[in-house]
């Protein structure tokens, strides 16, 4: 049974800095396994890449966080390092692993389908 966990989320004034790790747990690592990412949904919208690694170490991120956000592991842990956080960041943030297939452009990396296990999020509020 693959289970993901998150953590580091919280409130955060704009300008600050949060980290974000997510464990996981009960399965044997493939290959695509280290195919990870990092996704979120705020009220009313849709959930979104903002930040991927596939399984050779190519990192992806959304337009709106690249250069601020920084995505990273270390044995079983997914981490997403945020910098000078803005408002429109708050949102519930969900780690994902485990890829169907290979992403072959930025957009299927960060595309939520590509992905088959999920977290159950860590809230990021930028106020």
């Known amino acids: 049974h693959v289970q993901l966990v998150e953590s580091g989320g919280g409130s955060v004034q704009p300008g600050g800095s949060l980290r974000l790790s997510c464990v996981a747990s009960?399965?044997?690592?493939?290959?695509?396994?280290?195919?990870m990412g990092w996704f979120r949904q705020a009220p009313g919208k849709a959930r979104e890449g903002v930040a991927t690694?596939?399984?050779?170490?190519t990192t992806n991120y959304a337009r709106s966080v690249k250069g601020r956000f920084a995505i990273s592991y270390a044995g079983d842990t997914v981490y997403l390092q945020m910098s000078s956080l803005k408002p429109e960041d708050t949102a519930l943030h969900y780690c994902?692993?485990?890829?169907?297939?290979?992403?072959?452009?930025?957009?299927?990396?960060?595309?939520?389908?590509?992905?088959?296990?999920w977290g159950q999020g860590t809230q990021v509020t930028v106020s």
């Open positions: 994902a692993r485990g890829c169907r297939d290979t992403p072959r452009s930025a957009a299927q990396a960060l595309a939520r389908s590509l992905y088959r296990y």
């Open positions: 009960g399965y044997r690592m493939y290959a695509s396994d280290y195919c």
């Open positions: 690694m596939d399984s050779v170490g």
